[in-house]
């Protein structure tokens, strides 16, 4: 077991930065509707580094780096042993998203202009943003365990704080959205580092959770 302490300090040190960040993702809000008071449309740009194209093929490039580095790797490489946590981290946020979506069933920017339009009924789901939720869960397990041994790891960061931006660009989710879909993502991945079992590795065989290396 890594040291209590070591990981309540990266936490702090972790929630320091996301505040930092999440700044950014509302430094341009003036007065407007919303839990927060802080939501209102941005202008929509879908080009250069904002495309779709971009946004998804980050999306799904950090799926296969998580199932597959953890299916190589098996559960008893420590960084192995990371990647089967950011599975139960990301599975439990994205089924979390999920029902939350489908109890609010806000409506997004792109489907009126209204902050404040929730309950809305099927083919509403902009609370909370689950591409976020995806993006925090995947990275906060790898955060927890290396940042007090290498400080650059919080750049892992940047990935949901790309992907934030890029659905407020795209005029998907309104800020308060993004920002929970990051406490979201953040709580299931620290929920997942604090297990020394991942979930995923005790129901799944143990020919897939041993490492693919391991059997060359």
Known sequence: MRNVAAMHGVMVRG??????????????????GGPLGIDH??????SGIWSTHYETAIEYGALAFEVGGAVWLGYENDFGHTLWQSIDATALGEI???ILKYGFR??????????????QGSGYDSFPSGQVTL????????IVHYAHE????????????????ARLKHQDHWQSDVIAGWALGTATGYWASRREMPFSV???????????WRSY
């Open 41 to 46: 449309e941005w202008t929509y740009d879908n």
């Open 135 to 142: 993006q925090a869960s995947f990275v906060t397990p790898i």
């Open 15 to 32: 929630w320091r930065l996301r505040w930092l960040l999440l700044a950014l993702i509302t430094s341009c809000a003036y007065a407007g």
């Open 150 to 165: 290498d400080p650059w790891i919080w750049a892992l960061e940047a990935l949901p704080l790309y992907d934030g931006l």
């Open 106 to 119: 806000r409506a997004r920017p792109n489907q009126g202009d209204d902050p404040d339009k929730w309950f």
């Open 202 to 212: 005790q129901i799944l065989p143990r020919g897939l959770t041993i490492g693919i």
């Open 96 to 98: 979390s998203a999920e």
